[in-house]
């Protein structure tokens, strides 16, 4: 192979501080000098805004996605002694907030063909244990909310989304977060909407919930200093709501860039030997990632690699077999979906200002090591 200059990052982040960076300077700085940097309104007025972005009447801001999964269990009243119903082809947080919530992790396969959670192994996996089912809108795609909701009302079992990939995405209709009776996001750098740092939400439409997980997130208390609940210090700093308000904004445009970058991968790749996650009916993604798969997965990446182009695989051990999840009792066999899955994915570079023309260097390579068209 002939050695190339050609770079393609996986996801470039200076682009896009290029177009924000001088406004966020201006706001950060403003946050700075006015010596409120906790629980002020940089922080109320994003949990106004993304509550409406949403569709949900309350967010409740914290300083992750994680403690944004962990007090959505807590403020459900979900602890030890309980089950919680989800994926293991996820970013290992999901399965860690039901543990840190002191519950236990029950894992379900994905539909092969959207590795998403498939609604058909639920009802088999309810328990009278079973306190919550914690879907995760994989890579930006919803779920499939329709029957996930319709399983929840029917056994009296709340839904929480793990919408860490998802800020924008939608299922008939319906943002994704705004659906169960909680919706959990994270603003780690490189999500859709992503902080300066860390950072996460919680949607709600329910002021019950979104006052217990307002407690929870500030030590418990509900009035200061008079702790009605154990509580923890999950606050989102000033300056990263005050960052998190210049981009949201914009990220209505930017998810639609994705798609764009998306629909021209979908185009190009159709003639080579590559499988691809399918988007279901009622599902706009968000295309937080843009996978696809081969069972010669190492062998494509390194040849991407060697090329200049990154790659990522998102996720190559499913939670399930993670050393400390492995107490939970579903081992190597137990969900044949999520490992074949697990082997196969790779993410090609995705993010908002990524140019045609390194979507073409990428199906060029690509065409190169698989060979041409099928
Ligand atoms: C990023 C992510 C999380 C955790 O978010 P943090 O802000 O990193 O704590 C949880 N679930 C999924 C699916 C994620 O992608």
């Excluded at 940089?42 to 949900?56: M, P, Y």
């Excluded at 860390?198 to 329910?206: F, H, K, L, M, P």
């Excluded at 843009?290 to 190492?298: A, D, S």
């Amino acid at each position: 192979m002939v050695a190339s200059t050609t770079k393609v990052p996986f996801v470039d982040l200076n682009r896009q501080y290029d177009e924000v960076g001088a406004e966020i300077e201006e706001r950060v700085l403003a946050v700075l000098r006015s010596g409120r940097y906790i629980s002020g309104p940089e922080v109320s007025q994003l949990e106004d805004e993304f509550a409406k972005f949403c569709g949900a009447l309350f967010a409740v801001a914290v300083n992750s996605g994680t403690a944004a999964l962990h007090i959505a269990l807590l403020s459900l009243g979900i602890g030890p002694g309980d089950e919680v119903i989800t994926v293991a082809h996820t970013f290992v947080a999901t399965a860690e907030a039901i543990v840190a919530a002191g519950a236990r992790p029950v894992f379900v396969d994905i539909d092969p063909a959207t590795c998403n959670m498939d609604p058909k192994g639920i009802a088999a996996a309810i328990t009278p244990q079973t306190k919550a089912i914690l879907p995760v809108h994989l890579y930006g795609q919803p779920a499939q909310m329709d029957e996930i909701i319709a399983l929840g009302e029917r056994y009296a079992i709340p839904v929480i989304e793990d919408a860490c990939q998802a800020h924008g995405a939608t299922f008939a209709g319906h943002a994704a977060g705004s659906m169960g009776s909680i919706g959990c996001f994270s603003f780690y750098p490189s999500k859709n909407l992503g902080a300066a740092g860390e950072g996460g939400i919680a949607v709600t439409n329910s002021p019950e919930l979104a006052a217990r997980m307002r407690q929870l997130r500030d030590h418990g208390q509900a009035k200061r200093y008079h702790h009605e609940a154990m509580g923890y210090n999950y606050r989102l700093p000033e300056i990263q709501a005050a960052v998190l308000r210049v981009k949201l904004p914009r990220l209505a445009g930017w998810n639609a860039s994705r798609r764009a970058a998306a629909a021209s991968y979908d185009s190009l790749l159709a003639g080579l030997n590559l499988g691809t996650v399918a988007q279901a009916d009622k599902t706009s993604s968000v295309y937080h990632l843009y996978v696809v798969r081969t069972p010669q997965r190492e062998m494509v990446a390194k040849a991407l690699g060697q090329s200049g182009i990154a790659t990522g695989v998102h996720y190559p051990i499913p939670v399930h077999l993670q050393t400390p999840f492995r107490e939970y009792g579903q081992g190597e066999g137990s969900l044949p979906n999520t490992e074949a899955a697990a082997r196969e994915v790779l993410s090609l570079p995705m993010f908002p200002e990524i140019t045609q023309e390194e979507i073409s260097t990428v199906i060029e390579q690509l065409t190169a090591v698989l060979g041409g068209p099928r």
